[in-house]
């Protein structure tokens, strides 16, 4: 399965990158896999999500727990809690 | 009552005025309408400008989904969200939310709940750029903003 | 924090945007600012224009003093109320206040108390003009009213 | 001694003036006093004041209840509950 991912503010920062395009194995269900196996790329992305429990994602746009289903999805989006206002 | 809805993201400043006005405008049932503003705060001299990113698409979407909640709970006449992006200085004006009703009660609550909602659930985050030239952080969530939006749950708010 | 308080009692019209401006205007401390206008209704078309009577000098004194004790229970900026009298078509504003301050929270508590209270304690007087030339008469309190003052009675409201 | 009064709303339209100076009697004390006091004055008066208890006053312009003293003040108003914002 192919899907686009996108990083925001300093989980961008530590992952070097703002956007890609990645095919996780089969076994990769939701978004807490998802976060478990990017950690294992790199430094980066292990520094990004060394603590997955201040992690946000957003599922097409729309806010999601990490026990939520990847499977569909077309955008899985990873950043901070939100600073906005 | 139905409920005109308008959110922006924008990186150029607003007119809370025309914003008001548009929602308003040719209308007799409104009494009562509050617009809020969110500005850029220099923190006793120390921040020289904040750095906002967003996530486009979901920006708006999110906050359009926080506005239909409020248009569900308060008679409204409407209600507008205008963020901005980009280097901000302090001073100039983030944020700006206006709602419009027939009762003054509904105008400030909705305003409000909007705001909350916004601060903890719209994705932006704020990075400082520091006046002394050190390196600015990315601004902490803070556990205030949870609290107020949290306070909406255990109240029905009418 | 000093709060920078203007109270104005007039005919005209006024303009949000300079009386927020006044508040805002050369100062970096300033993160929120809620400005609320309360219109004239044509309650469902029946309404051709309300009359407003006031008690000059009085009217200034009593808005001066709700003003200073929000001024004592919030820490503001800046706090500005401009109350019309005469006659008032539907559509038209009535009054604005505006409350500016360092958080959100005081700026949305001093705006609304300031309302409340006003609606309660500021010698103004309200009289129908009719859309059916029919005899207008005055309107009258409401209880609605001295329950929303009450209530910042009955909390500390920090 | 000397008094000014004012009224207002339909306080003022069932006296049919605006402003006057009076002169009450030295027994009458209090707010309260002077309503009924004013009251037996004509029917206009009586109109204005049948229900005292919704009548709001102000001594000097500041709000004060029926039983504030009238001694030392310059201006005594009286009006109907408030409607404006």
Partial sequence: ?85 | MSCTIRIRIQREAFDTESETAFLTGGRKDVGATVAFTGLCRDEGGTLKALHLEHYPGMAEAEIGRIAEQAAERWQLAGLTAVHRYGRLAPGEPIVLVVAAATHRKAAFEAASFLMDYLKTRAPFWKKEERSDGSKGEWVEAKEADDEAAARWRSTNGK
Wanted: net charge negative; aromatic share 10%.
């Fill in chain 1, 1 to 85: 399965m192919s899907l686009d991912l996108r990083y925001f503010a300093w989980v961008r920062e530590r992952i070097g990158h703002a956007e890609e395009t990645v095919e996780p194995p089969a076994e990769i269900a939701t978004v807490g896999e998802l976060i478990a196996w990017l950690s294992a790329r790199d430094e980066g992305y292990a520094a990004a999500f060394a603590v997955p429990e201040v992690i946000r994602a957003a599922r097409d746009q729309e806010h999601v727990e990490h026990d939520a289903p990847i499977e569909g999805a077309r955008e899985i989006a990873f950043f901070p809690p939100m600073t906005g206002g």
